[in-house]
């Protein structure tokens, strides 16, 4: 009776269950935290706040506090009657105190306690299941009677009456228990087949962390990588920056400092100049003929014979500036070097490709730098060549690269369609094995009217990027067999590459269309 009553007190007037993180409201009732806030919530829609218990107003919605004294008296309470709290179903014939049902009867639609149900079994012989709540589901919706056996052939479960006149009569049935232990039989085979996909999975699941992990380390590393790059470029950046003032300052120091001479120089002389005239301006107001005579031989002398003014040697020209071609070269070169030096620790050479006039096709253009090839209306008037392309307008380049990690740009004029490969030079010159991609020598990247195709004598792929931009990176590792495309946009996008065995020098190929015409951006 006493835990009964405690448990009353122990329950929440909203769910009617044991606490769950119990808050107080300012009136000083308590709810599970969960329940109040659902009833507050749906208050604010009303635009008033109210204890559900005693109906005290709050003009503003209320603050929860928690109560942890009642926690704990909740937690202790629970703890010592798992039983009760794990069923939550009690005996229907005890009152006065709840006491947990250790079986259901599905005739009387009651549970009982071990006390009730040894006076039940003297008296009938009812079917006795687990505690439960739910008679319904047990029962036949049609005849309201208990629920004995199973259908196979409509799979379901029936009642008696069921299989003597109603919609399963004459089928063939099974005992419940029969059909379950069937059923289990079933669930074990298939259960067998799951086990080992669930392990195969379970295997590319720990495959795909140990992958995730691997990319989240690499990553990192190569955060720190090229934080030292940008650190080392800044390094190498200051020290530029400080020779290039370095430059200006020592060719403003020297010519200022010839300047200066070259004033101070001319200061004196004007100095001279000037009591000079005052000299010859004293003896022109003499009117004694005779002194004037005797003084001129010792005072006047030619002022193109004064050493002092005589000659350009030693002057600054007025026209003398900084040298900014000395100084532009200075910042040249060591960009030049900043360059180099990363590209040397990233491992990437930049190689200088030009293009082979000797292998272009008559109507290809090549300019005078040989970096661009345009397709032509024009034949060109070019001499025979066992090199030459013949049946494709395609151009490869001089040399070829046969080790190392290589990149360049290519810039594409978007004027008409174009493909851009790398090559063996013993792809053929004649006939349709000739086309770059359309045989086992070449890797090739279409660019089209909004698409870009990739092609080899494997492959032969229209891809989901569409292009954007007109410049292409070609990223070569020989070594490793890995030739890439990127679309250089911002960000930059990759969009494809090719992995092979490769086994000569790779030349690179342009096939042009229309007047499309082609870029080499070493």
Not at 138 to 156: G, V
Request: net charge negative; glycine share 4%.
């Amino acid at each position: 009776m006493a835990s009964a009553e405690l448990r009353d007190e122990l329950n929440c007037s909203i769910c009617l269950s044991l606490y769950t993180d119990p808050v107080s409201l300012r009136c000083g009732h308590n709810f599970c935290r969960s329940c109040i806030v659902s009833v507050l919530d749906a208050q604010e829609a009303a635009g008033g706040y109210s204890c559900p218990d005693c109906r005290a107003e709050y003009p503003e919605r209320p603050a929860l506090e928690k109560n942890r004294k009642l926690r704990n008296i909740v937690e202790r309470f629970s703890s010592t009657q798992p039983d009760m709290e794990e069923t939550r179903i009690f005996c229907t014939y005890c009152t006065k105190s709840p006491v947990p049902a250790v079986r259901t009867c599905l005739h009387c639609e009651t549970s009982m306690c071990e006390e009730h149900l040894t006076a039940h079994n003297k008296s009938v012989n009812h079917n006795l299941i687990e505690p439960t709540v739910s008679f319904m589901d047990r029962k036949c919706s049609t005849h309201n009677e208990i629920l004995k056996y199973y259908c196979p052939i409509d799979a379901a479960c029936i009642c008696v009456s069921c299989c003597l006149a109603g919609d399963h009569r004459g089928h063939y049935v099974e005992l419940l228990d029969v059909a379950s232990e069937k059923k289990k039989e079933k669930l074990k085979e298939y259960l067998k087949d799951l086990n080992p996909e669930k392990t195969v999975i379970q295997t590319r699941v720990q495959n795909l962390q140990a992958h995730k992990k691997n990319i989240q380390e690499n990553a990192s590393a190569k955060r720190e990588d090229i934080g030292k790059t940008f650190m080392d470029i800044k390094k190498q950046l200051e020290m530029a920056e400080k020779k290039a003032l370095n430059d200006v300052s020592r060719q403003e120091e020297k010519i200022v400092s010839q300047i200066s001479h070259l004033i101070k120089e001319l200061e004196i002389q004007e100095d001279e100049l000037s009591k000079k005239l005052c000299l010859v301006e004293e003896m022109c107001r003499v009117t004694d003929p005779i002194r004037l005579l005797q003084e001129s031989d010792i005072t006047v002398t030619s002022h193109g014979g004064d050493e002092d003014t005589g000659g350009d040697g030693g002057e600054v020209s007025t026209e003398e500036d900084l040298d900014e071609v000395l100084i532009s070269l200075t910042l040249h070169r060591a960009m030049r070097d900043i360059v180099t030096n990363v590209t040397s620790e990233l491992g990437v050479h930049v190689p200088d490709i030009l293009l082979d006039v000797d292998t272009a096709h008559r109507w290809v253009k090549i300019s005078e730098d040989l970096k661009t090839a345009t397709r032509s209306r024009e034949k060109q008037n070019r001499p025979k060549s066992p090199g030459r392309f013949v049946t494709y307008p395609q151009v490869l380049s001089r040399c070829g690269l046969s080790s190392g990690r290589h990149y360049w740009e290519v810039e594409w004029d978007q004027m008409g369609e174009c493909e851009l490969a790398m090559s063996y030079p013993s792809i053929e010159r004649e006939g349709e094995e000739s086309e770059i991609g359309n045989n086992d020598t070449s890797w090739c990247l279409g660019m089209y009217e909004g698409i870009y195709k990739v092609y080899d004598y494997s492959v032969n792929l229209t891809l989901s990027a569409k292009p954007t931009c007109p410049t292409l990176g070609v990223f070569l590792d020989y070594e490793a067999g890995r030739l890439s495309f990127y679309e250089l946009c911002d960000p930059i996008r990759h969009l494809h590459t090719f992995t092979a065995s490769f086994t000569e020098p790779l030349h690179l190929v342009f096939h042009l269309y229309d007047e499309a015409s082609v870029t080499i951006r070493s």
